[in-house]
């Protein structure tokens, strides 16, 4: 049961959009391809899936590593809705829960939350915890609370376009692994020259090299598609080795491209 930020599997399926039949299908493929970390939320509607995938696989359970996330709206009655979420998911444990965001203008603060979430963990009910989208005073709030080494990772938006460099060295100075979300700029790496030269020189794909590069960084991914033959060209990116050169000239992408951006959102600097 216990459990460390190092058994986090290094590429995850996203589940944002994979609802219904046609996601049940998606997620069916990944776990025929090999993906056992799967990313869902409170908010996705995709906990159902994801529980009945992982029941329906016929792996043992412990072969999986589930993360969920608790939504804003939920803080006050954490535990409760992590209770739910296990219902709706029919597992008995999650393998990491997430704070989905601090709350909006920090009403109410990370101080009031973030005990309750370390209780989970306590209780069993997951083996990990950790947040999302928390900035570095987020998380140094949290870490003042909770203490240090208590929360395996922070999922913050993390591509070639947004590298967050600042926030990526703050995480791991406090053995916070990096969850990079959106990994492929949503679907938006397009036509990209830098990206496409490397992709060229290594007979890989855009979207391999885009998720080399946060690998290679240390990064977690956990790249989202509905496609069975993209969801194995993203899984085999784990074999592609990209070398110095390479590194240097993906980390000139940097532009500050944030894409999810909520009016409520914390204040990123
Ligand atoms: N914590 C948070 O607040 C937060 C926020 C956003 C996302 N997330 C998580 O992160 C996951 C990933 O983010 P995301 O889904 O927004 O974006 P993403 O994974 O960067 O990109 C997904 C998009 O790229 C396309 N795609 C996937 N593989 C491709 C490939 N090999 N070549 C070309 N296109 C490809 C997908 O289309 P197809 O499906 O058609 O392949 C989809 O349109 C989410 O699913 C969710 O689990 C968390």
Redesign the pocket.
């Known amino acids: 049961m216990p459990a460390e930020n190092s058994d986090i599997p290094r590429i995850g399926l996203?589940?944002?959009?994979l609802t219904g039949a046609e996601g049940r299908a998606a997620l069916s493929s990944a776990i025929n391809l090999g993906y056992r970390h799967l990313?869902?939320?409170q908010t996705?509607g995709t906990e159902e899936n994801v529980g009945e995938a992982v029941a329906r696989s016929g792996l043992d359970r412990a072969d999986f590593f589930v993360t969920t996330?608790v939504t804003a709206s939920n803080l006050g009655r954490l535990a409760e809705s992590v209770d739910d979420s296990l219902e709706t998911m029919q597992l008995d444990y999650a393998d990491l829960v997430?704070i989905?965001?601090p709350a909006p203008h920090d009403d109410p603060p990370v101080s009031a939350y973030i005990g309750a979430l370390a209780r989970v963990q306590d209780e069993g009910k997951t083996r990990l915890i950790g947040v999302?989208?928390f900035t570095r005073r987020h998380i140094d709030e949290a870490v003042a609370e909770i203490g240090e080494g208590r929360l395996a990772t922070n999922?913050?938006?993390q591509?070639v376009f947004l590298q967050n460099r600042v926030l990526a060295a703050h995480c791991r100075e406090r053995g916070i692994a990096v969850t990079a979300?959106?990994?492929?700029?949503?679907?938006r790496?397009g036509d990209d020259s830098v990206i496409g030269a490397v992709a060229s020189k290594h007979g890989a794909?855009?979207?391999?090299v885009a998720l080399a590069y946060l690998l290679a960084l240390d990064s977690i991914v956990?790249?989202?598609?509905?496609?069975p033959e993209?969801q194995r060209?993203?899984l085999a990116a784990g074999d592609l080795v990209l070398d110095g050169a390479d590194m240097g000239r993906l980390a000139g992408l940097e532009r500050g491209q944030r894409y999810?951006n909520p009016a409520w959102g914390p204040d990123w600097y």
């Open positions: 996203g589940t944002y959009g990313d869902t939320a996705y996330k997430l989905h965001w999302s989208n999922q913050f938006e591509h979300y959106m990994p492929l700029a949503g679907g790496l794909t855009a979207s391999q956990i790249p989202k598609s509905a496609s993209r060209t993203n999810i």
